[in-house]
């Protein structure tokens, strides 16, 4: 028995080469000192980068005759796009091409909170199985992996690991992805064939999708998802739906004809005028409690055409968007006692909106520009705004600029 055991004593252990990132190497001590207590040996290099060729062939010759490798996993892996961890980490999977699939050979560990699932490392790592190691200090699952290692029961069947995207590894119960057989045409069956054959097609377009990298596969589903949501968005709100050239052509008739911004009863016919042009589309008439107040666009006294600009400007806007927000815009009669935002503002709390659209015509470095705002009354917030030189401004464009950028509107 005596020499049965000096034997055993002296039979080789397994070897595990142990990689890591150099702002790691404090988790890797740890870990190096603990895996020979649980029966294996441990190859460590405690060696600078740039140790010369000679450094470099011992860790290629090291990984080559290692029974196990062990990569260590953290945020630190994750921040450094190279490091000569990396080319460890290459070589290490470029053995096991040699090796059969059901050889373990890779024994990923994670030391912190990084997520499998979306960690940059080799494809091949994503197949095993992870254990996780806070900080490199031993865990008894960790000593129960190292003893039945070095017990040589480490083929037991392991739990299906989940790859990216929902994948499984070899050994889960769900198939992997095979392209479809492409359908046999039987006599007489023609329309079928065909059937089978466009459904083959969207079959083999789903395999070849669940294919590709997991990073093109998610952009794919936000790009669905945004347009979907988009879609379900236009059909709530009609806006362009419902603003027809023969329309638009009809507002701009009415904001030619407009002409007073600071006239009360001008701004009162405007309300009833475009009320009555488009009855079956907007409730024009509505002037309390409207979510959105409008408020006639100014400009400088006794500049003409900044006067026609801000006035045509406004016709138009003020009616796409009380035809595209039915009853939830309001016109405010009274022309402002000032041209600042403090007194749109005032005039929409009074009005109980939650916002105020309003504009002005001013001269900003020799040039005439449009400023045009949409501000939320309650903290006196702007959402939007934008400015347009005068020279060549289009209202009708600029009207469908503002509409098109209006907040959603809820009736309160």
Request: hydrophobic residues 40%; glycine residues 6%; neutral net charge.
């Amino acid at each position: 028995m005596t020499e049965l055991d000096a034997a055993d004593s002296q039979a080789p252990r397994s070897s595990v080469f142990l990689s890591y990132a150099s702002e790691d190497r404090q988790a890797a001590r740890l870990l190096r000192d603990a895996l020979p207590d649980y029966g294996l040996d441990v190859w460590y290099d405690e060696s600078d980068i740039g140790g010369g060729e000679a450094w470099d062939q011992k860790i290629r010759r090291q990984i080559r005759e290692c029974d196990y490798f062990m990569p260590l996993v953290s945020a630190q892996t994750e921040a450094r796009h190279e490091g000569y961890f990396r080319r460890e980490w290459r070589l290490a999977v470029e053995r096991t091409l040699d090796m059969a699939d059901d050889h373990p050979f890779l024994l990923p560990i994670v030391i912190d909170d990084t997520d499998q699932s979306v960690a940059r490392v080799p494809e091949k790592f994503l197949a095993v199985q992870w254990l996780k190691v806070p900080g490199g200090q031993p865990t008894r699952a960790l000593e129960s992996l190292c003893r039945r290692i070095a017990a040589g029961n480490l083929k037991d069947p392991q739990p299906a690991r989940k790859l990216p995207g929902g994948q499984r590894n070899a050994k889960s119960t769900t198939p992997p992805l095979t392209n479809p057989e492409f359908p046999h045409e039987e006599p007489g069956q023609r329309i079928r064939f065909w059937v089978e054959v466009a459904a083959w097609a969207l079959r083999s377009a789903w395999v070849r999708f669940g294919r590709l990298p997991r990073w093109i596969r998610v952009i794919a589903y936000l790009w669905i998802a945004v347009a979907l949501i988009s879609r379900c968005g236009s059909s709530r709100h009609p806006d362009s739906a419902e603003l027809t050239p023969a329309k638009v052509e009809k507002l701009k008739t009415i904001s030619q004809q407009y002409q007073g911004s600071l006239n009360k009863n001008d701004i009162t016919t405007l309300g009833t005028q475009i009320a009555k042009e488009f009855s079956d589309e907007s409730d024009a008439t509505a002037t309390d409690r409207s979510p959105l107040l409008a408020i006639a666009f100014t400009a400088p006294p006794g500049d003409a055409a900044a006067g026609k600009l801000a006035d045509s400007t406004f016709a138009m806007t003020y009616g796409m968007v009380a035809i595209s927000h039915r009853g939830q815009v309001s016109l405010t009669k009274e022309p402002l006692p000032s041209r600042e935002l403090g007194a749109a503002l005032e005039r929409a709390r009074v009005n109980h909106s939650t916002y105020v659209l309003f504009g002005t015509v001013d001269e900003v470095d020799r040039t005439r520009v449009l400023a045009v705002k949409i501000a939320k009354v309650s903290d006196g917030s702007v959402v939007w705004s934008k400015s347009y030189t005068a020279a060549g401004a289009d209202p009708a464009k600029i009207a469908a600029e503002v509409d098109a950028n209006m907040p959603p509107l809820e009736a309160t």
